[in-house]
């Protein structure tokens, strides 16, 4: 559970520091980014708390988060960027916390 409240605080915390002047806009979009565990609906089952999720869902693949980082240096897609490096950075957290591992290699 307090996985899940850091994915709304953490962006707060960014926006307040980074983005005073956008913060709605740019606390939205960056919990957007949260869509991005949809494809925890096609794992069986769909949450297991003991899963790692960075490397085993398709959208948590090591290269989709090296390309969630590259976007961090795009002007116009830094948000959506910052928001998915987050939300794997705390994914690999409680990959950590959890089951001793950063990710899952099958």
Do not use: E
Not at 78 to 92: F, I, K, P, T
């Amino acid at each position: 559970m307090f996985h899940i409240v850091l994915h709304f605080l953490v962006p707060a915390i960014i926006v307040s520091l980074f983005f005073r002047k956008t913060w709605l806009s740019a606390y939205l979009i960056m919990v957007a980014t949260m869509l991005v565990d949809v494809d925890h609906l096609a794992a069986s089952p769909i949450y297991d708390m003991n899963r790692c999720s960075i490397g085993f869902h398709p959208l948590h693949k090591l290269w989709f988060v090296a390309f969630y980082f590259a976007l961090c240096f795009l002007p116009k897609t830094r948000l959506v960027g910052l928001g998915l490096s987050m939300h794997m950075g705390l994914d690999a957290i409680d990959c950590q916390v959890t089951n001793g591992i950063w990710a899952y290699f099958d």
